[in-house]
């Protein structure tokens, strides 16, 4: 999903491949631990299996699949630590990020714009109780925080952000499933979009760090819970 507006080149097959499989487990409809097939989701997916391959190679990299011997591609679990790690990595960065959009605001031309279209995703909601909703609404939380960092004038942050939220969705999409966040989430966002217009570098961060904190809050009530959706476990 990108900024809304933006012109963007046609995905490769490969690009179309690391979508489709991101997706699925993000959505845990590949599980933590789960095997994954070239050959199944090559048929699952018509684009090849060279371009799934290759996808496999990507999310490996992103952390979200592990290559294991004689077992090929395996959806890596979630541990307290990556939990942890996600969270520490976005409290030191998106902050930073929301701080420099509110300084860049009005200096670059469309910031207004690109304003307007972070605004408008702050109003997208979801069905509770339906995953695909819910992530959906994730998504578009993704797009929301990662168009704070485009605004924040920095490509490498931009990357890091994203990174960090794909590995996040994994966990915030069940955490949904126990605490319904949309309307706060949606207050935030409009409370820190508000900050950026006004070039309040503070408060912009200080609202910011109050959502990762808030996320992180919802994420282990969910996923360390008896009925947890996700294996989640402590590193060896």
């Known amino acids: 999903m990108s900024l809304i507006g933006r012109i963007e080149a046609p995905l490769s097959l490969t690009d179309q491949a690391v979508v489709a499989l991101r997706r699925e487990i993000i959505a845990c409809r590949l599980a933590p631990g789960e095997t994954v097939s070239e050959t199944l989701m090559a048929e699952r997916f018509p684009l090849g299996r060279a ?8 999310l490996a990299e992103e952390g979200l699949v592990q290559a294991m011997p004689r077992r090929g591609w395996v959806v890596r679990v979630v541990t307290l630590r990556d939990i942890h790690e996600v969270c520490d990595l976005r409290m030191l960065l998106e902050p930073e990020s929301a701080r420099l959009a509110a ?9 207004a714009a690109r304003l307007r279209e972070l605004d408008a995703i702050c109003a997208r909601g979801y069905t509770p109780g339906d995953a695909e909703s819910a992530l959906d609404f994730l998504t578009a939380n993704r797009e ?19 990174r960090l939220l794909d590995e996040g969705t994994r966990m915030l999409v069940h955490g949904l499933s126990t605490r319904d966040r949309t309307v706060e989430m949606a207050h935030e966002h409009h409370a820190l979009v508000e900050a950026i217009a006004r070039n309040a570098a503070d408060e912009a961060a200080q609202i910011m760090r109050e959502q990762v904190a808030a ?13 947890s959706p996700l294996i989640v476990s402590e590193p060896r």
């Open 51 to 58: 371009a799934i391959r290759t996808a496999l190679s990507r």
């Open 103 to 111: 300084l860049n605001c009005g200096r670059e031309p469309g910031s």
């Open 144 to 162: 929301f925080h990662t168009g704070v960092a485009v605004l924040a004038g920095n490509d490498r942050l931009t990357r890091e952000i994203g």
């Open 215 to 227: 996320s992180r809050e919802m994420v282990l009530a969910a996923l360390t819970g008896p009925r």
